[in-house]
């Protein structure tokens, strides 16, 4: 039993630095640009802003899960972030993430075409030298919870988190 023990406490140790070197990882909530009929007819709807908080928590969440990103809260800064154009700010997401000591910065953008045509993009930056790491983009069809989900999960799997795309070293 003490031998158990021993193994489990020397697990922990050992697995805590290599944690605490993981980046620090600030994700903005995704931003929506309409450029569909319906859009410029109808305006903003709130099943797509509750889809782009949706597909920000789901980023969030599996970015978390996979142990190689250190999350930081948001929320000091997030009236400020959310009153901001960030795909038109010129480098506010990153003056934004290095505000709560972030070493990347992640924003997304929902293209809506159409009802029938979207595409989801993410931006990976490097907060010290503002210079993009990576970015990935994938179309979808169909304007639905699932099929969000389903872009974002194939963005996480095969592009952010797939060995060696992109992937920033810790720091």
């Known amino acids: 039993m003490r031998a158990l ?31 569909s009929l319906q859009g410029e007819v109808d305006g903003p709807r709130t099943d797509e802003h509750d889809k782009l908080m949706r597909v920000g928590d789901q980023l969030r969440k599996e970015l978390a899960e996979s142990g190689k990103f ?37 924003t997304g953008v929902v293209q809506k075409v159409s009802n029938l045509i979207l595409n989801m993009n993410i931006y990976l930056r490097d907060v010290h030298s503002g210079q993009l790491i990576t970015s990935m983009s994938a179309d979808f069809r169909g304007n639905t919870d699932e099929s969000w989900s389903r872009a974002l999960r194939y963005l996480v799997r095969n592009r952010l988190l797939a060995p060696n795309y992109g992937a920033p070293q810790a720091r």
């Open 70 to 106: 250190r999350l930081l809260d948001i929320s000091p800064i997030n009236a400020a972030v959310h009153g901001s154009n960030l795909q038109a700010c010129g480098g506010c997401d990153v003056q934004f993430a290095r505000q709560i000591g972030a070493d990347l910065v992640i």
């Open 5 to 35: 023990f021993a193994v489990i406490v020397l697990l922990l140790l050992t697995s805590a630095p290599a944690r605490a070197d993981a980046p620090r990882l600030a994700v903005f909530d995704f931003e929506l640009v309409d450029t």
